[in-house]
Every structure is written in structure tokens, then in C-alpha cells.
T-cell receptor, first 112, second 117 residues
Framework: RKEVEQDPGPFNVPEGATVAFNCTYSNSASQSFFWYRQDCRKEPKLLMSVYSSGNEDGRFTAQLNRASQYISLLIRDSKLSDSATYLCVVSPGPGGYNKLIFGAGTRLAVHP | ETGVTQTPRHLVMGMTNKKSLKCEQHLGHNAMYWYKQSAKKPLELMFVYSLEERVENNSVPSRFSPECPNSSHLFLHLHTLQPEDSALYLC????????????????FGAGTRLSVL
């Protein structure tokens, strides 16, 4: 079983649509959770951290369910500029350095 | 810009060449990472340096040799590579020793796209 699993997509949605991505992780002791965004042929960039209580940043909402080991990202009112690959990222916890485990990513294509 | 600079951005090399990738971070971080990203695969962690000491080496072939002369610079020396080593090589940095939430975020450079002929 992969440590972090994501639906690879692609998700093809029209502008203005709401789209949700899911992610599961295998290590129940994982401590921190993130969504990164990676544009085509560019480096990953942090989109948002994910907190147990759920958190929102503008059109983006992230949720964490520790019991089910499940993370989600909801994008409302999709824009063309949201087209990218979204990486689910999990950190196992303190251990001398900040280890991150990356999912393979979910590709989103927003069309006019 | 993220404060992590990688050079060169693109590299084409033959299997018998020796080349080096360079990474420099201007964020005052004390940990640096090398990742490999192949098409349709997750980022693979190759090496980690924390406080200039190598703390992880994920079964990477010896044809890849990292060097961390100080906390701001990281190199990846390449020799006798294989075509399957063609990939995007990403460097990242973070501030280790501070745990919790946003403190363990890694910041990435733009990467070196490597093609081995």
C-alpha cells in the first residue's frame, strides 16, 4: 500500500465549478498535513496546511479526518488559473528533520 | 521566488559525463533535501542534510553523490548516469528542529530538468 494515495485524475471541470480531491494516508501516527500545488514543469509550492478542525483560505477548504486517515481539498468557483496538479503531503512527525511524504498528485484542468 | 535557487535549469549529458547540480537557499534554513521527480510518479526523497550532516540516504545509487559544504549550499554530483535517471531534480530547504504545523514546511527550488542520452 502506498503511504499517500490520491486519485490521479485528470479532473476536467468548467470555470465556476466546485471540485473536491481526496487523499488517504497509511501511517496513523502522521502529525502534519499539507496540500501543495505544482504547475506544469514547475516546482511544488505550498497551497495550505491542513488542521484537524478544518481550515479555509478563500475559495479553498481543507479537511482532515484522523480516524479515517483521510484528507480532502475543496475548490469552489474554479478559475482557469487553478489548473495544476495538487499534491497531498503528509509528515510523520518529529525525527530530526522535517520529512514529507508526497502523493503522486491529482491533476485539475479548468476549461472556459 | 521561494528563496531556493537551482542551477542549471536544464542539463543534457551523456552516460560517461560528470556534472554537478547546485542548490542555494537564502532563507536561513538548516536542512536541505534532494528529490527526484519522474513522470507520473510521486516525488522521491534522495538525500537529506540537517545541520550539514547527511541524515538520510534512500538507497540511491552511488552514481549520485551529494555534498553539503555549509547550510546554504547543496550539490548533487553526477557520474556515469543511465537514461532512466532522466527526471526533474528538485532541491528543498526547511528549518528543522522546530516542530509543528507551518514550521515544517519545505520550500522548493525550480528544479533541474536532466536528460541522459
Amino acid at each position: 500500500r502506498k503511504e499517500v494515495e490520491q486519485d490521479p485524475g485528470p479532473f476536467n471541470v468548467p470555470e465556476g465549478a466546485t471540485v473536491a480531491f481526496n487523499c488517504t494516508y497509511s501511517n496513523s501516527a502522521s502529525q502534519s498535513f499539507f496540500w501543495y500545488r505544482q504547475d506544469c514543469r514547475k516546482e511544488p509550492k505550498l497551497l495550505m496546511s491542513v488542521y484537524s478542525s478544518g481550515n479555509e483560505d478563500g475559495r479553498f477548504t481543507a479537511q482532515l479526518n484522523r480516524a479515517s486517515q483521510y484528507i480532502s481539498l475543496l475548490i469552489r468557483d474554479s478559475k482557469l488559473s487553478d489548473s495544476a496538479t495538487y499534491l497531498c503531503v503528509v509528515s510523520p512527525g518529529p525525527g530530526g528533520y522535517n520529512k514529507l511524504i508526497f502523493g503522486a498528485g491529482t491533476r485539475l484542468a479548468v476549461h472556459p | 521566488e521561494t528563496g531556493v535557487t537551482q542551477t542549471p535549469r536544464h542539463l543534457v549529458m551523456g552516460m560517461t559525463n560528470k556534472k554537478s547540480l547546485k542548490c542555494e537557499q537564502h532563507l536561513g534554513h538548516n536542512a536541505m533535501y534532494w528529490y527526484k521527480q519522474s513522470a507520473k510518479k510521486p516525488l522521491e526523497l534522495m538525500f537529506v542534510y540537517s545541520l550539514e550532516e547527511r541524515v538520510e540516504n534512500n538507497s540511491v545509487p552511488s552514481r549520485f553523490s551529494p555534498e553539503c559544504p555549509n547550510s546554504s549550499h547543496l550539490f548533487l554530483h553526477l557520474h556515469t548516469l543511465q537514461p532512466e535517471d532522466s527526471a526533474l531534480y528538485l532541491c528543498a530547504s526547511s528549518q528543522t528542529g522546530e516542530w509543528g504545523g507551518a514550521k515544517n514546511i519545505q520550500y522548493f527550488g525550480a528544479g533541474t530538468r536532466l536528460s541522459v542520452l
